[in-house]
């Protein structure tokens, strides 16, 4: 496994996101790996043995050796706070197996979040960007191997509409109380805003990758009107922030958005997408229809992930990367997961879906 060496190479990552090059080779992405997988990888593969983990900076040291052996340009830094938009949330058991579980898994409240009326929205702790601790950042700049770049994730503005009020709550308020769910739009988009601004001022932030879950299995989560009024011209702004600074902008969104791609296209201005399942739409027609416009990324299925054996595994990635490069040699697609690398998935066969990867080689 892993018998083909990569170099990391976040230029030609980057002009294959803009689609104005072929590449020399096949590029890997993904939004990010759990924890748990990093953490197994390490240890399959003996990598971080002379690594001290008391240094402050030793996860940061340990992800650029993770991301660097499996064959990445480019990798998540993750530095700002989970807990930054408070709210109430549920735990459960983590059912996946072995040492890859986490023991609890988190769940966001959809019947009724942390702000359910104007005196909620009032005496709510609202983030500010100067407040972030920007040390992992300023490291990143000094000690960020050359080839290799990063991002942070940002633009969860649908999302934290909808986490802090319950999606339930936020359907009952788009009718009796529009001006709230207004008024939240407006403060999380404004924060966002600043916060890619922020990030876009390091050089080691080679893309901007916008994360907001907008739909489910066959619709956006709410209406296409609501969305494209209140939630996509924040979209919009972190696009130019991106762009403004010569970088590309991405958006993670699952579900069904058939009813706004071509808003994400062509006003919002996004340069690639990425998160496609199986049961909505599988990546190579999502290559297919809008290959020639954006970038596609990623799109091996997760549930297929779990479930298939090696040989399964291995004719699928072939069959998505015939469909999926092909056709422009390669500009426009980046190989990965449907999602993220989630601890669920079972390790080995998320190496062998990397390992074929790396072994396929691009008709000319």
Known sequence: MFSTTIQPDVDELLAVLRRTAAPKRLHHIEL????????????RFELIQDLN?????????????????????????????????????????????????????????????????????????????????????????????????????TAHIFEMVNFLQ???RLCYNLYDNPDLVAAICERIGQFYADFTALICDFDCMSLVWGS???????????????????????HRTCA??????????LLHSCGNLDAIMEDLIETVGIDGKHSF??????????????GERISILGGIDVDFLCRADEAAIRNRVRETLDACTSKDKGRGYC??????????????????????????????
């Open 32 to 43: 990010f790996l759990d924890p748990e997988v990093i953490e197994a990888v390490c240890e």
């Open 53 to 153: 983990n008391s240094d402050p900076f030793y996860p940061l040291q340990r992800d650029i050796r993770v991301h660097a052996f499996l064959g990445y340009d480019v990798f998540r830094v993750g530095f700002i706070h989970k807990d930054i938009f408070p709210m109430p949330g549920l735990e459960s058991t983590d059912t996946a197996a072995g040492r890859q579980s986490r023991g609890q898994r988190e769940w966001i409240e959809e019947h009724e979040g942390a702000i359910q009326n104007w005196a909620d929205f009032e005496s709510y702790p609202w983030p500010k960007v100067e407040d972030i601790d920007l040390k992992t950042l300023e490291w990143m700049e000094k000690n960020l191997p050359e080839g290799m770049g990063c991002y942070e994730l």
């Open 335 to 364: 190989f990965g997961t449907g999602n993220t690398v989630a601890n669920y998935i079972p390790l080995d066969n998320y190496l062998i879906m990397l390992d074929e990867g790396r072994k396929y080689r691009m008709k000319r």
């Open 212 to 234: 907001d879950d907008l739909g489910f299995r066959s619709s956006t989560m709410t209406s296409p009107e609501f969305l494209r009024e209140q939630i996509l011209p924040w």
């Open 240 to 249: 130019e922030i991106a762009h403004d600074h010569g970088k590309p902008y």
């Open 277 to 290: 399942e199986d049961t909505i739409l599988p990546v190579s027609e999502v290559y297919h229809r809008y």
């Open 166 to 168: 319950g999606y339930e």
